[in-house]
Nanobody, 117 residues
Framework: QVQLVESGGGLVQPGGSLRLSCVVS????????MGWYRQAPGKQRELVAS???????NYADSLKGRFTISRDNAKNTVFLQMNSLKPEDTAVYYC???????????WGQGTQVTVSS
């Protein structure tokens, strides 16, 4: 079994920053990709950013330049640095990973990010 634990969410004022972290643990052989998704109330879950084990990144077009994804392969941890936050960034942010073998996908429980004055 694979577990993902997110942290770093919270309440921030518009223009502020937050850094999310997600640690992957459990029984697996290598991680192929890690990523962040978000789901706002009444909306579908959407990709925020993803990063392969090689370091290649992919971002939602609307978030390029404000959000940065990074990973620490040795610690099976992925980060999401969010800058210049806007109220429309308010959502539950979910961490996801795909294993190297079988490309099995696992999800974290989500962390709430609220951008409000």
């Amino acid at each position: 079994q694979v577990q993902l634990v997110e942290s770093g969410g919270g309440l921030v004022q518009p223009g502020g920053s937050l850094r999310l972290s997600c640690v992957v643990s459990g029984r697996f052989i290598g991680i192929y990709s890690m990523g962040w998704y978000r789901q706002a109330p009444g909306k579908q879950r959407e990709l925020v950013a993803s990063i392969l084990s090689s370091g290649i990144t992919n971002y939602a077009d609307s978030l390029k330049g404000r959000f940065t994804i990074s990973r620490d392969n040795a610690k099976n941890t992925v980060f999401l640095q969010m800058n210049s936050l806007k109220p429309e960034d308010t959502a539950v942010y979910y961490c996801s990973t795909k294993t190297m073998v079988g490309r099995l996908e696992y999800w974290g429980q989500g962390t709430q990010v609220t951008v409000s004055s």
